[in-house]
């Protein structure tokens, strides 16, 4: 069976600090996908990243940045020079391939989400 | 374009009543998703569909009836619901095959009074 756990139940800062929110998952297949949503108060999970089991290369994306780490099963997000707009529940989701040719079908299993406050 | 959308927005409905949700994307994904959230909980996977069929059930009350009258469009059809399925519902849509990501809706906030 797969397992997302995001320790992290709540955590506030203030504008400008830098912020990693945790994910660590289990999973028995080779062959997996891990995600990152934002969910800010209207409701809609945005999605933020994919990365493939095979490629443990790192990503910056602007203010975001993702260290994926086999070794100790980790997902991490940091966002730099936080802002009140990042505001939101974060999820990390883990995907595992169902078995046809390693597609993902979007069968998520989430994380228990990170509530994120940023204050101005 | 990566847009999902869900109507309604919000809804109310009695225990009696027979209602629909709807949710529509015109991504060319050919796998599309219900899920079902409470508050201040993760989403959960409720149904999946795969080229219009039907893939994965994940055990739901009967009362829930799912939908996918064409590629573009699913449906949630709800009758005889009890207030413990007051939740956020969203919708969901991603490619069928490859590597893939889903793309949510914003979802229908269901309150059953």
């Known amino acids: 069976a797969q397992k997302v756990t995001q320790a992290q139940t709540e955590i506030s800062v203030v504008e400008k600090e830098d912020v990693t929110l945790d994910c660590v998952y289990e999973?028995?297949?080779?062959?997996?996908?891990l995600f990152w949503y934002k969910q800010p108060p209207s409701g809609e999970l945005v999605f933020l990243i994919r990365r493939n089991s095979f490629d443990e290369q790192n990503e910056i994306s602007g203010r975001y940045s993702w260290n994926f780490q086999k070794s100790t099963s980790s997902f991490n997000f940091t966002i730099t020079a936080s802002q009140v707009v990042d505001s939101a529940v974060y999820f990390c989701?883990?995907?595992?391939?169902?078995?046809?040719?390693?597609?993902?079908?979007?069968?998520?299993?989430f994380g228990q989400g990170t509530i994120l406050t940023v204050h101005p | 374009d990566t847009e999902v959308t869900q109507t309604p927005k919000h809804l109310v409905m009695g225990m009696t009543n027979k209602k629909s949700l709807k949710c529509e994307q015109h991504?060319?994904?050919?796998?599309m998703y219900w899920y079902k959230q409470k508050a201040k909980k993760p989403p959960e996977l409720m149904f999946v569909?795969?080229?219009?069929?039907?893939?994965i059930n994940e055990s739901v009350p009967s009362r829930f009836s799912p939908e996918c009258p064409n590629s573009s469009l699913l449906n949630l059809h709800l009758h005889a619901l009890q207030p413990e399925d007051s939740a956020l519902y969203l919708c969901a849509s991603s490619q069928a095959r490859g590597y893939t990501e889903a793309f949510f809706g914003q979802g229908t906030r269901l309150t059953v009074v």
């Open positions: 999973t028995r297949d080779t062959t997996y996908y």
């Open positions: 569909y795969s080229y219009e069929k039907l893939s």
């Open positions: 991504m060319g994904h050919r796998a």
């Open positions: 989701a883990l995907s595992e391939a169902n078995g046809r040719g390693g597609t993902s079908y979007g069968k998520l299993t």
